[in-house]
Structure formats: C-alpha cells, structure tokens
C-alpha cells in the first residue's frame, strides 16, 4: 500500500480535453521541470518523506512539490495560495 498521495493520471481521458496533458503545449516548460525533477534521485540528495511513514495522513511525495517550487520559482509565483491556485 502506497502511503502518498497520488495525484491523477495525465493519460487518462475525460469528457471534452482527450487528456490532461492536452492542456499542456508541447513547448511549454513545465515539460522540461517534470522530467528534470524525474531524473533526480531526491534520496541522496537530502529531501526527507521520500520513504513515507506507516502512520498518519499520507503526505504529497517530495517530486511533486519540488516541481510546484521550481513552477512558481520559473515563473514569479511566490505566495503558496497563489501556487495552488495556478497548479489547479
């Protein structure tokens, strides 16, 4: 049993957009910060909750908040409301 959240399947098809990374362009670069943060091994360089705890709420995985930083980071997005606003 996984023990972090998981967040939806960017191959799955819904009602009106095919996928959801249809609403992603090709040259945008979110691209790039997703299979650069892929490539990293977050273990060794330090994040912690890469190995989640068998007790409590299960938390977000370090690899999907390291992508929403360097996101917001990218483009002058510095308020974490303003970050989950933008990531919906």
Do not use: W
């Amino acid at each position: 049993m996984k023990r972090l959240v998981q967040g939806d399947n960017r191959t799955q098809s819904f009602l009106l957009p095919e996928a959801l990374d249809d609403y992603v362009t090709d040259t945008n670069p979110v691209r790039v910060v997703d299979v650069f943060v892929d490539e990293l091994n977050l273990r060794d360089l330090g994040f912690e909750g890469v190995e989640p705890a068998l007790t409590g709420r299960a938390s977000y995985h370090p690899e999907v908040m390291l992508k929403i930083y360097i996101y917001g980071y990218l483009n002058r997005i510095q308020s974490s409301r303003c970050l989950e606003r933008e990531s919906q």
